[in-house]
Nanobody
Framework: QVELVESGGGSVQAGGSLRLSCAAS????????MGWFRQAPGKEREGVAAIDRDGSTSYADPVKGRFTISQDNAENTLYLQMNSLKPEDTAMYYCAEFLSRGPTCYYGDYNAYPDFGYWGQGTQVTVSS
């Protein structure tokens, strides 16, 4: 069983930065992708970023150039560096381990195969104007 635990959320002013971490434990599959998605109150979930085991990345348009996903395979930890934060980035952020539909890890596929994916409990990010 895989367990994902997020940390690093908080409250910042617009223009500020946060770094989210996701510690993974249990058996992890080399064919799986790692990524982040978020959900704001009253809005649908949306994928944010994804990374494959070789380090190739995928980002949603709203966060391109501001967010960076990375991983430390030795420590089984996933990161999301968030810079130039905006109020519209306010959401609960979740870490996910998942199978992608295609040959590369796509940020939008975090829920493509729910029976073969794992999510954490989330960490809250609040950006004030």
């Amino acid at each position: 069983q895989v367990e994902l635990v997020e940390s690093g959320g908080g409250s910042v002013q617009a223009g500020g930065s946060l770094r989210l971490s996701c510690a993974a434990s249990g058996y992890t599959y080399s064919s799986y992708c790692m990524g982040w998605f978020r959900q704001a109150p009253g809005k649908e979930r949306e994928g944010v970023a994804a990374i494959d085991r070789d380090g190739s990345t995928s980002y949603a348009d709203p966060v391109k150039g501001r967010f960076t996903i990375s991983q430390d395979n030795a420590e089984n930890t996933l990161y999301l560096q968030m810079n130039s934060l905006k109020p519209e980035d306010t959401a609960m952020y979740y870490c996910a381990e998942f199978l992608s539909r295609g040959p590369t890890c796509y940020y939008g596929d975090y829920n493509a195969y729910p029976d073969f994916g794992y999510w954490g409990q989330g960490t809250q990010v609040t950006v004030s104007s």
